[in-house]
């Protein structure tokens, strides 16, 4: 039983006022079953599987059932999990050109299991083009297994930021590293007077998103970087400077910026932050683009964003970047037929 009065770690009220966590010590659940929902499509579709045989790409998912959530007791994480899932994918054999489309069932991925004794089946629509199964059995199984575990990964390490709290003693040695270290630099150089309290740390997160689209790796590059192209997707008056150091805002403020870095057709990275945030925090965006051909594969990676924000900064890339610019490059098609 924890005692007041007699310093025990356990009894929260002493240590603060707001009856934060202290040193860990309570039973905290965190429900992960939305985040899951988003990641699990995330890191699986869109996935590409290339042969000898052909070409496969996972391209929906069909069934998504179970839940997910993450527990902390005396500074230790527990993880539960159990997962349904059915995917779609389609394939085009090298040889003939001949389509295909096919399932792939994943009827129990749980912390039960390792994800190499997951079960995985594949199947196929009648009619030949068994080539494409067997490709999908093989390589397709091995890269589905990688994404999974990329899920796993992520699920113990971007959804737990924040639910291990610094304990009393931690939180001492941080500050006395972080003292003697800024008294270090700007001893010589920055008189006390002129330093600024610049607040508190919060705990982020790192986004990761890969989408494919129907479009040249230089045409899709050219819509992040063309204010006329990014006024038409985002339906709003934007500031474009497409250069190092340039200003970017959108959505009528809602989210702006600074291009850090632009090799054409290739990468852009971003200073970036939505206007909901706390004060002057900004995440780091890199879009880096994977020419296929006729269609580009678009890998984000978004670090820096606030846990609170994980969903919102997630459905806003989504919703208010892929999905319109994916209108955008329609009606462009369908306007030069």
Same mark, same amino acid.
Request: charged share 30%; with cysteine; hydrophobic share 35%.
């Given at each position: 039983?924890?005692?007041w ?9 002493e ?9 860990n010590?309570?039973?905290?659940? @965190? ?6 929902k ?9 996935l ?7 070409? /496969? ?11 997910a959530?993450?527990n902390?007791?005396?500074?230790k ?8 899932? @059915?995917?779609?994918?389609?394939g ?5 050109g ?7 069932? !994943? ?42 575990r990329? %899920? ?10 924040g ?34 309290i610049?607040?508190?740390? !919060? ?7 890969r ?12 819509? *992040? ?5 990014v006024?038409? =997707? ?6 474009i ?9 959108? *959505? ?20 970036? @932050? ?7 925090? %900004? ?5 880096? =683009? ?23 900064? @997630? ?6 970047? *892929? ?8 009606? /462009?098609?369908?306007s030069?037929?």
């Amino acid at each position: 039983m924890a005692k007041w009065g007699q310093g025990d770690p356990r009894w929260i009220v002493e240590e603060r006022a707001d009856a934060t966590n202290v040193n860990n010590w309570h039973w905290t659940e @965190r429900d992960a079953t939305s985040w899951s929902k988003s990641k699990l499509k995330e890191v699986l579709v869109g996935l590409v599987v290339e042969g000898e045989a052909g070409r /496969c790409e996972i391209n929906g998912l069909k069934h998504l059932e179970g839940e997910a959530s993450c527990n902390s007791r005396k500074g230790k994480l527990i993880f539960f999990y159990e997962w349904n899932l @059915r995917l779609s994918w389609k394939g085009t054999v090298k040889e003939s050109g001949e389509k295909h489309k096919g399932s792939v069932e !994943i009827p129990n991925l749980s912390e039960e299991n390792e994800v190499d004794d997951t079960e995985i089946n594949i199947s196929k629509k009648k009619g030949e083009g068994d080539v494409l199964k067997d490709l999908m059995r093989t390589e397709g199984t091995i890269k589905v297994r990688e994404a999974l575990r990329d %899920y796993l990964k992520a699920l113990k390490t971007e959804f737990t930021l924040g639910m291990i709290l610094p304990t009393k003693a931690t939180v001492g040695r941080e500050l006395a590293a972080e003292r003697t270290l800024s008294e270090n630099t700007v001893q010589d150089s920055v008189s006390p007077q002129s330093l600024d309290i610049l607040g508190v740390k !919060i705990p982020t997160v790192k986004i990761l998103m890969r989408e494919i689209f129907n479009s040249p790796a230089d045409e899709l590059y050219s819509i *992040f970087t063309t204010k006329e192209l990014v006024q038409k =997707f985002s339906k709003c008056p934007a500031v474009i400077e497409a250069e190092k150091g340039g200003k970017l805002q959108m *959505f009528d403020g809602c989210v702006s910026g600074e291009y850090a870095e632009l090799v054409p057709g290739q990468r852009i990275v971003l200073k970036w @932050r939505c206007g909901n945030w706390p004060d002057e925090h %900004y995440a780091t965006v890199a879009l880096n =683009f994977k020419d296929m051909a006729a269609q580009t594969e678009l890998q984000l990676e978004c670090k820096g964003v606030p846990v609170s924000n994980e969903d919102s900064t @997630r459905q806003c890339w989504k919703q208010q970047h *892929f999905e319109e610019i994916r209108i955008l490059l329609q009606q /462009c098609k369908d306007s030069m037929e």
